[in-house]
Antibody, heavy 119, light 111 residues
Framework: DVQLVQSGGGLVQPGGSLRLSCAASGFNVGTNYMSWVRQAPGKGLEWVSFIYSDGRTNYADSVKGRFTISRDISKNTLFLQLDTLTAEDTAVYYC?????????????WGQGTLVTVSS | QSVLTQPPSASGTPGQRVTISCSGDSSNIGSSSVSWYQQFPGTAPRRLIYSNNQRPSGVPDRFSGSKSGTSASLAISGLQSEDEADYYCASWDNRLNGHVVFGGGTKLTVL
């Protein structure tokens, strides 16, 4: 069974930084496609970033230049570094595992972690 | 504003069949598969349908998906009270180096 266990998140002031972690079991972070998806309070799902198995990355325009996705293969963990945060980044952030042959097929989800940006 | 368009709400009575639509364009649904997700309040979404019409193990066969052109639909037959949830469609969009796009979500109410 695939399990994605998230940590990090919390309350941060505007302009601040946070790092989210997503530890995987039953699933190899280094050989699979993974993404971060977020959901603002009372709103829908928004894709944030993904990392291909070969290490290529992509970002939503709303976070490009401020967020960085990475992974530690030895720890089988995915990360999302959030910098220069604004109130619009307040959301629950989910790490997800994707099928390489159907990239919209998000087969496994972490439990989510809340990021609140407020002074 | 979401790239994929869903109705904000849908409803039905127990036992009924309900469908939820999802509309996109040639850069997403028209050229890629569609997935559907179910989300209960305070919980992570769960994959219901992938590759347009495939159900993961554990998903009841009351849930079915279809796609035609640049639109897709999720059908729920034999509606049950526990189906009351938010439903999201998703597809791959090949613009901007490729990314996942979602519908705005449909709140399903079981009357």
């Amino acid at each position: 069974d695939v399990q994605l266990v998230q940590s990090g998140g919390g309350l941060v002031q505007p302009g601040g930084s946070l790092r989210l972690s997503c530890a995987a079991s039953g699933f190899n972070v280094g050989t699979n496609y993974m993404s971060w998806v977020r959901q603002a309070p009372g709103k829908g799902l928004e894709w944030v970033s993904f990392i291909y198995s070969d290490g290529r990355t992509n970002y939503a325009d709303s976070v490009k230049g401020r967020f960085t996705i990475s992974r530690d293969i030895s720890k089988n963990t995915l990360f999302l570094q959030l910098d220069t945060l604004t109130a619009e980044d307040t959301a629950v952030y989910y790490c997800v595992g994707q099928n390489s042959w159907d990239l919209a097929s998000l087969h496994s989800w972490g439990q989510g972690t809340l990021v609140t940006v407020s002074s | 504003q979401s790239v994929l368009t869903q109705p904000p709400s849908a409803s039905g009575t127990p036992g009924q069949r309900v469908t939820i639509s999802c509309s996109g364009d040639s850069s997403n649904i028209g050229s890629s598969s569609v997935s559907w997700y179910q989300q209960f309040p305070g919980t992570a979404p769960r994959r219901l349908i992938y590759s347009n019409n495939q159900r993961p193990s554990g998903v009841p066969d009351r849930f079915s998906g279809s796609k035609s052109g640049t639109s897709a639909s999720l059908a729920i037959s034999g509606l049950q009270s526990e189906d009351e949830a938010d439903y999201y469609c998703a597809s791959w969009d090949n613009r901007l180096n490729g990314h996942v796009v979602f519908g705005g979500g449909t709140k399903l109410t079981v009357l």
